[in-house]
């Protein structure tokens, strides 16, 4: 069956840090797709990025970036010099392709508060 | 502009009693799901429903249910079988259940608890 595991529960910075959000998933799919969401404390879910299985290129888009590595099972999203903005809750997120469940199996989440 | 709506935003709850959730979305979405959100949990999956007058339970559906009669809306009922039901409750939606690839955009939330 699919996972998402995401370890660090909570993580505080301050401003201007690098921060490192793991996640590892566990999938029996040749096929998937990983997403990355933040959740403000309004309560939305925003999309931040989706990465198919099957392209392993890293992808930055600003501040953020995001390690995509098959060989270790891991999606890590980092935030490059953090913002009070960047406070949320992030969650990990995947889908598979081929099997009967296309619907999105999230992680637990990890709160992130960057003070100023 | 096109998105999710979820009404009320907070909603209490008796005992024995029957509440419904709305969603309604204007993204011409065929897929539509329910998630449940615990504190310190991440969002477990209630139902979902590919297309109009179809839906499959999700991760926990007992002390719920749902209809589609509408590929606009997704109401979600909490029946007085849910014992547990305080909690934060995301809709969301994507263009087709089985293009997985798709992201799923969501609505503001309902926050539920018991009187």
């Known amino acids: 069956a699919q996972k998402v595991t995401q370890a660090q529960t909570e993580i505080s910075v301050v401003e201007k840090e690098d921060v490192t959000l793991d996640c590892v998933y566990e999938?029996?799919?040749?096929?998937?797709?990983l997403f990355w969401y933040k959740q403000p404390p309004s309560g939305e879910l925003v999309f931040l990025i989706r990465?198919?299985?099957?392209?392993?290129q890293n992808e930055i888009s600003g501040r953020y970036s995001w390690n995509f590595q098959k060989s270790t099972s891991s999606f890590n999203f980092t935030i490059t010099a953090s913002q009070v903005v960047d406070s949320a809750v992030y969650f990990c997120a995947l889908s598979e392709a081929n099997t009967g469940r296309r619907a999105l199996t999230f992680g637990s989440g990890t709160r992130l508060q960057v003070q100023p | 502009d096109g998105g999710i709506t979820q009404s009320p935003k907070y909603l209490f709850r008796k005992e024995g009693q029957n509440v419904t959730l709305s969603c309604e979305q204007n993204l011409n979405h065929d897929a539509m799901y329910w998630y449940r959100q615990d504190p310190g949990q991440g969002l477990r999956l209630i139902y979902y429903?590919?297309?109009?007058?179809?839906?499959q339970k999700g991760d926990i559906a007992e002390g719920y249910s749902v209809s589609r009669e509408k590929k606009e809306s997704f109401p979600l009922t909490v029946t007085s079988a849910q014992k547990n039901p305080t909690a934060f409750y995301l809709c969301a939606s994507s263009s087709r259940y089985r293009d997985s690839n798709q992201p799923q955009h969501f609505g503001d939330g309902t926050r539920l608890s018991i009187l």
């Open positions: 990465r198919n299985s099957f392209d392993e």
């Open positions: 999938t029996r799919d040749t096929t998937y797709y």
């Open positions: 429903s590919q297309i109009v007058n179809d839906f």
